[in-house]
DNA sequence: CGCAATCGTCTCTTATAGTGGACATTATCA
DNA sequence: TGATAATGTCCACTATAAGAGACGATTGCG
């Protein structure tokens, strides 16, 4: 068991750079406005050389010129901060998503929603061959489903084999212990959505 | 008739620096906590040399670092962001606040209160020998009261004349014509306390 | 087509943000 | 009272943010 992404010790408390986020946010503000780098630079004062390497998050920005540019937009700085801390926690980015592999046999999981969603979306990739069985007792979901991507899948609900094909979706029933099995020689690519509990 | 601190054309788009409401409140956060500068830069992982400068305002942090001081914080960056905007609006330093003077006589009007507060308090020092007279019209107020710090006032409240000694404080009745005069030989320092209409 | 205008990026230089360590000052305690 | 530890500031140095202008790519227009 490993976990990706994990903190170590005392810099668990600090939090990831804001730079990402905040780069994006003000790319958008720009962009919304129909604003060019000239423009934006123009109405804030920053250089556009500037505003270029913030919003390709090749600098971080002072606070001085994070203010010069939320007056621009006419926002005050907090509400811009606020918009990109917003953005950050509903938009998970693909390299930014927590993933487990099984070295062993190449299963892969990815958690593509970003945290906090009501509905949990994880990406599996299932290698030629490989089986993975999952007991009942594993279930805390309210509600799941299964849905074929790429390849083929053999599902087993309890005691009966669902044989999945591409582009195949199946919600499953009440808690059983179950099997994911990939008796094919190409890989299988498949999405399981579930409700916690 | 003249404003001090107008901005000029352009610049009005500009927001003023935020740097000086961050620096009190990162100061007002860390100990607020009983954190020493130290402290906070093990935390934060931000030099306490930097701390130091940042709360004496004699840098601008960056995003990166104002996200590391956020984070050690416990505070989301746009939550630590918004409380220094909101002492910025609460608080009116001195230096900041506006100025009315009179080459001429040396009388000076001081707007103490913050913008938007209910109640507006505006110092006034009134050299010696000088007399402003006030039209009822000029009466926008619900409310007023005139207190004397220093000094002594005469105070012509339509035909009646109040003579205010230091520490004196006189509420005024419904709008009449006014004058404040100074006829002693030593400057006069007062409070004037309204409320708008 | 070709010219001009506009856009975003790149390059170079300068200003300053950020760091590690020394320092003066002030509590704390033997 | 003297030793020790803690706190905040200052200093020298490095990393990088910020600015001025050049550059190639794209677009629009005659």
């Given at each position: 068991m490993s976990t990706i992404r994990d903190d170590c010790g005392k810099a668990s408390r600090l939090q990831k750079d804001p730079g990402g986020a905040i780069s994006r946010r003000i790319r958008i503000e720009r962009e919304s406005r129909g604003w060019s780098l000239s423009d934006l630079a123009e109405q804030s004062g920053v250089s556009k050389a500037m505003i270029s390497k913030i919003e390709r998050a090749e600098a971080s920005p002072t606070a001085t010129v994070l203010g010069r540019l939320s007056g621009a937009f006419g926002l005050p700085l907090s509400v811009l901060l606020a918009l990109a801390e917003r953005e950050e926690e509903c938009l998970s980015l693909h390299d930014a998503q927590p993933l487990w592999a099984d070295?062993?046999?190449g299963y892969t999981r990815r958690a593509?929603?970003?945290?906090?969603?009501?509905v949990e979306l994880i990406e599996v990739f299932l290698p030629a061959g490989v089986r993975i069985p999952y007991p009942a007792a594993a279930f805390a979901f309210q509600h799941q489903q299964i849905w074929v991507i790429s390849g083929a899948l053999d599902f087993t609900e309890g005691s009966t084999l669902h044989q999945l094909q591409e582009g195949d979706c199946l919600m499953l029933g009440p808690p059983a212990d179950c099997v994911f099995s990939n008796p094919h020689n190409a890989a299988a690519r498949y999405l399981v959505a579930l409700t916690r509990r």
């Open positions: 070295p062993e046999t593509v929603s970003p945290p906090g969603a009501k």
